[in-house]
């Protein structure tokens, strides 16, 4: 086999789509690993959806229980770019399964935990298998798109978004009433996605080689924007990922404690609200993904930001069928960005697709660790209630849209 360093970038590969059956087995290999971005997050989703059982098994404070989602978040967000930059030169095809294979090592041990302190080690495992996974995944896609970029992007989000939602369903059938050991079920989850990931590696492998054997390309795109250009855009799209990622955790880490406290609803009430306001997030994202290939990215974030924000701004001040009601178009505006974002971001920076998968992934994780983290600290000093007046104002960040170029108009959407 060729050495890695010689093969040709994925992200240049992807420039011409495949034709006939090609395009055939690219379409099922995208939604395996879309599919496996499905297992992989709802393994991750169970760690939020499981807090008010350890919050009673080991007498947490919020403070606690944020500490526990910035363990697995800040270690996914340190390792991610890390991983994406390191597999843009050197691809991994089989990367994939190593990454599953943490996950399941994290989720036997948050099963199996005595204290606290291991179930942060637990999450830490849990956060350094999706660090391995998601940017060479992300960068998969990409590989499989046939030149449907925002398409492809969106599939594979929307997998790890259904997957994000099934998580605090599953729970709540199956660990809330018989208890923390049953956490142990879900070990299958993550075997399933190593068999399967490791079929998808060895297409990865042969695509790899048959790359190589053509010659990697000599010229590298451009965007054709300036440096400096480049630079302020990926602050504004850094800046709209922290207006999002801060409600979204607000919402995954204490939306429940929210409906329980205001609503009187039951722990397993409140994860099925958790469930619609998450399966109406991967509803948006996998719409926003095919408007950003036909309207563009940049019109696909003016709406999915900015727009949010009437519904967000609502929210603490209705009962509970208006909170579900309102929870369902937050969700489904909201998630149809970062589908955007992320294709936007890559057209900027042609050829560093796991750099840039890893760095938003990573920036993703790292925003929901830091915001839980700070936001179980206001809810100890003030209010659950407090926590989600404060968060309703985030979205306002969208109006730095407007600094965005329309990559539309140099031929690059």
Same mark, same amino acid.
């Given at each position: 086999?060729?050495?890695?360093?010689?093969?040709?970038?994925?992200?240049?590969?992807?420039?011409?789509?495949?034709? @006939?059956?090609?395009?055939?087995?690219?379409? *099922?290999?995208?939604?395996?690993?879309? /599919?496996?971005?499905? &297992?992989?997050?709802?393994?991750?989703?169970?760690?939020?959806?499981?807090?008010?059982?350890?919050?009673?098994? !080991?007498?947490?404070?919020?403070?606690?229980?944020?500490?526990?989602?910035?363990? !697995?978040?800040?270690?996914?967000?340190?390792?991610?770019?890390?991983?994406? +930059?390191?597999?843009?030169?050197?691809?991994?095809?089989?990367?994939?399964?190593? @990454?599953?294979?943490?996950?399941?090592?994290?989720?036997?041990?948050? #099963?199996?935990?005595?204290?606290?302190?291991?179930? +942060?080690? %637990?999450?830490?495992?849990?956060?350094?298998?999706?660090?391995?996974?998601?940017? $060479?995944?992300?960068?998969?896609?990409?590989?499989?798109?046939?030149?449907?970029?925002?398409?492809?992007?969106?599939? !594979?989000?929307?997998?790890?978004?259904?997957?994000?939602?099934?998580?605090?369903?599953?729970?709540?059938?199956?660990?809330?009433?018989?208890?923390?050991?049953?956490?142990?079920?879900?070990?299958?989850?993550? /075997?399933?996605?190593?068999?399967?990931?490791?079929?998808?590696?060895?297409?990865?492998?042969?695509?790899?080689?048959?790359?190589?054997?053509?010659?990697?390309?000599?010229?590298?795109?451009?965007?054709?924007?300036?440096? *400096?250009?480049?630079?302020?855009? +990926?602050?504004?799209?850094?800046?709209?990922?922290?207006?999002?990622?801060?409600?979204?955790?607000?919402?995954?880490?204490?939306?429940?404690?929210?409906?329980?406290?205001?609503?009187?609803?039951?722990?397993?009430?409140?994860?099925?609200?958790?469930?619609?306001?998450?399966?109406?997030?991967?509803?948006?994202?996998?719409?926003?993904?095919?408007?950003?290939?036909?309207?563009? *990215?940049?019109?696909?974030?003016?709406?999915?930001? &900015? =727009?949010? %924000?009437?519904?967000?701004? %609502?929210?603490?001040?209705? =009962?509970?069928?208006?909170? %579900?009601?309102?929870?369902?178009?937050?969700?489904?505006?909201?998630?149809?960005? !970062?589908?955007?974002?992320?294709?936007?971001?890559? $057209?900027?920076?042609?050829?560093?697709?796991?750099?840039? #998968?890893?760095?938003?992934?990573?920036?993703?994780?790292?925003?929901?660790?830091? =915001?839980?983290?700070?936001? =179980?600290?206001?809810?100890?000093?003030?209010?659950?209630?407090?926590?989600?007046? #404060?968060?309703?104002?985030?979205?306002?960040? @969208?109006?730095?849209?407007?600094?965005?170029?329309?990559?539309?108009?140099?031929?690059?959407?």
């Amino acid at each position: 086999m060729p050495k890695t360093h010689s093969l040709a970038s994925p992200a240049d590969i992807a420039i011409a789509p495949p034709a @006939g059956q090609a395009d055939t087995v690219a379409l *099922r290999i995208l939604l395996a690993v879309s /599919f496996c971005h499905l &297992l992989n997050d709802s393994i991750q989703a169970l760690i939020p959806a499981i807090y008010p059982l350890l919050k009673e098994s !080991f007498q947490l404070s919020y403070t606690q229980i944020g500490m526990i989602t910035f363990a !697995f978040q800040m270690v996914g967000s340190v390792l991610q770019p890390v991983v994406g +930059l390191y597999t843009d030169k050197h691809p991994k095809p089989f990367s994939l399964v190593y @990454g599953m294979a943490v996950t399941l090592g994290g989720l036997i041990l948050l #099963a199996l935990a005595p204290s606290y302190p291991v179930v +942060l080690a %637990a999450a830490a495992c849990v956060g350094l298998g999706s660090a391995i996974f998601h940017p $060479e995944s992300s960068r998969l896609a990409r590989m499989a798109s046939g030149g449907r970029h925002g398409f492809a992007q969106a599939l !594979f989000q929307v997998g790890g978004n259904a997957g994000t939602a099934l998580g605090p369903l599953l729970a709540a059938g199956i660990i809330v009433p018989r208890g923390q050991r049953h956490i142990l079920w879900f070990s299958v989850i993550a /075997f399933a996605g190593m068999f399967i990931l490791s079929k998808v590696g060895r297409w990865y492998q042969g695509h790899l080689i048959a790359a190589s054997r053509r010659g990697a390309p000599t010229h590298v795109p451009s965007s054709g924007l300036s440096r *400096r250009k480049i630079g302020l855009t +990926l602050c504004v799209l850094l800046c709209l990922m922290f207006s999002k990622f801060i409600y979204l955790a607000s919402m995954t880490s204490y939306y429940t404690f929210y409906l329980m406290q205001r609503f009187s609803v039951s722990v397993q009430e409140s994860q099925v609200y958790l469930f619609i306001f998450l399966v109406a997030g991967a509803v948006g994202t996998f719409v926003g993904g095919p408007l950003g290939d036909r309207i563009g *990215r940049k019109q696909v974030i003016w709406l999915s930001i &900015l =727009g949010v %924000a009437p519904f967000t701004l %609502a929210l603490p001040y209705v =009962g509970l069928a208006g909170t %579900a009601a309102l929870s369902v178009f937050i969700g489904l505006i909201m998630a149809s960005a !970062f589908p955007a974002i992320l294709v936007f971001a890559t $057209e900027l920076l042609p050829g560093r697709v796991g750099l840039i #998968a890893g760095l938003f992934f990573g920036l993703a994780f790292g925003l929901a660790g830091i =915001g839980s983290a700070l936001l =179980g600290k206001l809810a100890d000093a003030r209010s659950i209630q407090f926590v989600m007046n #404060a968060c309703s104002y985030l979205p306002l960040i @969208g109006l730095l849209t407007w600094f965005l170029p329309d990559l539309r108009k140099r031929g690059q959407s």
